[in-house]
């Protein structure tokens, strides 16, 4: 059993405070969210009065938050108000889970560990089905000894917890990835545009692409057609899934990440725009496979 302070009990972090608490975990949660917070506590958790009085006797620290501003707040502190860092026990390992930007988790590690601190970046792949089933994808950047200490408890969460590199390196690994996915999934639409337009049937279409050199994992799990995959979001009207507004949000995040390290990542600028494009024709909260339906003239 780990003492476990748990900060952000949003769509993510209730099913993965509810899988640490089934674990046999102690769980104190804090959310600035009331709502949010009273779901904690109906799952099991003890309640914390503030952010300072969720982490004060913690083991491991774990933040499951929106942005990179909210984490460096939560972390270090903004405004007068206190942040993890100085309030936590010196020994408590902190491990932060949501998907940020590399540059920000890597100074907030830094800060924290010029405090004294052990800290280790773990975002997730899986979405809110990963996270209630603990089947989670964890990537892990930090040190060995952080890590060695993070993947008990984190393996209450998921399936797969994996040591990618040092700090920031769990970001850029979640964020390489979902620019992969990002591209893939528009050009699978692409595909599917053409073939129509040329008079193919999808179904054959698809019968020939996903056994031949165009094969891709995001056309046979998530094909932006409906009725040819049965676990597409097309079938479901695009109900997601994972949310166009959130594949938006991580290829910014590779976006930014290009632009600092100068890399050229042309098709990834084109899908982070086409994502933006799909948010502002009122689809965010659709799957990420509806940018067929842009493509296709449907929104
Ligand atoms: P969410 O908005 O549902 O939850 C975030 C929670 O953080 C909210 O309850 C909010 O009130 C709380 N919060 C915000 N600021 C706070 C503060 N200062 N102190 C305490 N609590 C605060 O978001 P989510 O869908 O749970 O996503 C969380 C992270 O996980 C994001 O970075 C997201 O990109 C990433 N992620 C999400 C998914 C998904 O499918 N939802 C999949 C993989 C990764």
Not at 2 to 29: D, K, Q, Y
Not at 178 to 194: D, F, K, R, T, Y
Not at 224 to 229: A, E, M, Y
Request: aromatic share 4%; proline share 4%.
């Amino acid at each position: 059993m780990t003492r476990i302070a748990f900060i952000g009990a949003g769509n993510m972090g209730l099913p993965m405070l509810r899988n640490l608490l089934a674990a046999g975990h102690e769980v104190r949660a804090y959310d600035v969210s009331p709502d949010a917070l009273a779901e904690a506590v109906r799952a099991g958790a003890g309640e914390a009065a503030s952010l300072a009085d969720a982490v004060t006797a913690a083991e491991i620290v774990i933040t499951m938050l929106p942005e990179g501003r909210h984490v460096r707040a939560v972390y270090l502190g903004d405004g007068g108000n206190d942040g993890i860092v100085g309030h936590a026990p010196r020994e408590a390992l902190l491990a932060d889970c949501s998907t940020i930007d590399v540059a920000s988790a890597q100074a907030v590690a830094a800060a924290a560990s010029e405090a004294g601190y052990e800290m280790i970046d773990a975002p997730v792949s899986g979405g809110v089905t990963g996270a209630s089933a603990g089947t989670l994808t964890f990537m892990v950047g930090g040190s060995a000894a952080g890590f060695q200490r993070a993947e008990p408890v984190l393996a209450a969460m998921g399936r797969n917890v994996a040591h990618v590199g040092g700090s920031g390196h769990g970001q850029a690994a979640k964020i390489c990835n979902n620019m992969m996915a990002g591209i893939a999934i528009i050009g699978a639409s692409e595909v599917c545009c053409l073939g129509e337009a040329l008079g193919l049937d999808p179904k054959k279409l698809f019968d020939v692409v996903s056994t031949s050199s165009g094969q891709t994992w995001m056309m046979d799990h998530m094909h932006p057609v409906p009725g040819i995959v049965e676990s597409s979001a097309a079938n479901r009207g695009y109900a997601p899934g994972f949310k166009a507004a959130l594949m938006a949000k991580d290829l910014g995040l590779a976006q930014k990440a290009a632009a600092d390290t100068g890399t050229s990542t042309p098709l990834g600028s084109a899908a982070a725009s086409m994502y933006r494009m799909l948010c502002h024709n009122g689809a965010g909260e659709l799957d990420c496979s509806a940018v067929y339906r842009l493509l296709h003239g449907d929104l």
